[in-house]
């Protein structure tokens, strides 16, 4: 197989099995199991909107190209107007999508039954020439339109739609069996509303959720430690620990509205975690508006948080930070190549400076810098800030820390590392203080801005937040900076934040030394 079962576990480890519930309000150490499930390797998951998007695109394709290679091998040259041909064939593609897309043919649960899609696609395709005949008849247009092409756009089309609709099936059955497409899910709240939830979902087909576990404050008869055969792993502290050592893609709670006090403060600790957080509506009594529900499967969810740059704005980032990344890295290799030279000769000591960092969700990474401090004394677990004619900078280091050329060998962390984007929160060395207090104890809901890769530059950066951090002040608004460009992330953002910060870093310098 290949995804796990938390029971199996159970099963076949009496270790992993749910310690005994001790007093309530007593510190639980965390579960053994949850230490297990966390150490086992995980596969990188694609995301269903995005499947589901590669689908869409094909049966475009598909049809374009049928309607396309038949009018130029049967009727180009032999007619005098070609557009209702060039206006026909788009119209279908376009319908097709819409056709499908009513008849529920792009989910993934459906995408994996192929004789369930032969009835659908075979009758929204035959909708869809039907539809067309009509218009074409209403329109006085049905003699300038070849019967021949019509029947063999039909037939090629229909054969062929249905050929890419079994390769797609094969494929995503196979991402199943793999693992890649499930949804690695936690449920917030034990007891009879806990059981409920997990028996409705798992009645649900092909939803691609895989439960990891249970976890819940109580700590009383109300929160047992087995929930529908799932193990209660631990509290809400233990469950942001848990996501922090393994993939977790989505957070459940069954928790009543009724208790707003006690789902404000897990939601407080659970926040900065990049995952999606859902209300189960399963067995509330609240009713809303259908539109006011998402749905996995039919079991009605409300929607408390959305992972940040997600499903296909991964793909697009992705693709932004290697092809703006390469042309930088080759348009900057003069002045990075000179940089080198300089640190060479200015003082004696390695080029590069490496230094263990944090990265998306809280994981180190290990992020190049041109060395601008002697390196007998250099600072790897930035113990003290770089502070204003500060003795261990060289003198190449002040000036390009200055001008902050001392960070483009980042640009090989964006280009084949991947552990760095082009643009995003700046990391911050693990160790990194501010008057002898942890960032995180300086500002509430520091964590969040882990919630997405981190980057060269920044929204921060262009406000002139780089440098010392020597405030509360400081750093709150660093975090703050960093926090908007999390929630209005885009493509033009992100070209706004690379152009604009050449310009920042010769207006708004005063903190970089």
Known sequence: MGAFDVRDLIKADSAGS??????????????PLAERIAA???????????????????????ILGVGGLIFAFYVAGKVDYALPYQVTVPLMAVGALAVFQALHLYHVGALRNFIGMVVRVSAGWTVLFLLALAAFFFLKISDQVSRVWLASFYAVGLVLLLAERLAVSQIVLRLTRMGRLERRTAVVGGGPAGEELIKALEAQRDTGLRICGVFDDRNDDRSPDLVAGYPKLGTIDDLVEFARRTKLDLVIFTLPISAEARLLAMLRKLWVLPIDIRLSAHMSKLRFRPRSYSYIGAVPVLDVFDRPIADWDIVVKWVFDKIVGTLALIALSPLMIATAIAVKLD????????????????EMIEVLKFRSLYHEMSDFKAAKQVTRDDPRVT??????????????????????????????????????????????????????RHKVKPGITGWAQIHGWRGETDTEDKIQRRVEHDLYYIENWSVLLDLYILIKTPFSLMTKNENAY
């Open 18 to 31: 749910a310690p005994t519930s001790g007093d309530p309000g007593t510190t639980r150490a965390f579960h």
């Open 40 to 62: 086992m390797p995980v596969k990188q998951t694609l995301s269903p909107v995005l499947i589901e998007g590669l689908v869409r695109l094909a049966d475009v394709l598909v």
């Open 347 to 362: 003082s004696r000591g390695p080029i590069l400076f490496r230094q263990k960092r944090y990265g998306f969700n809280n």
């Open 395 to 448: 003198r190449v280091g002040r000036f390009i820390r200055k001008t902050s050329i001392d960070e483009l060998p980042q640009l090989l962390n964006v280009v084949f590392k991947g552990n760095l984007s082009l643009v995003g929160p700046r990391p911050h060395a693990v160790h990194a203080t501010m008057q002898n207090r942890a960032y995180e104890q300086v500002v509430d809901g520091y964590f969040a």
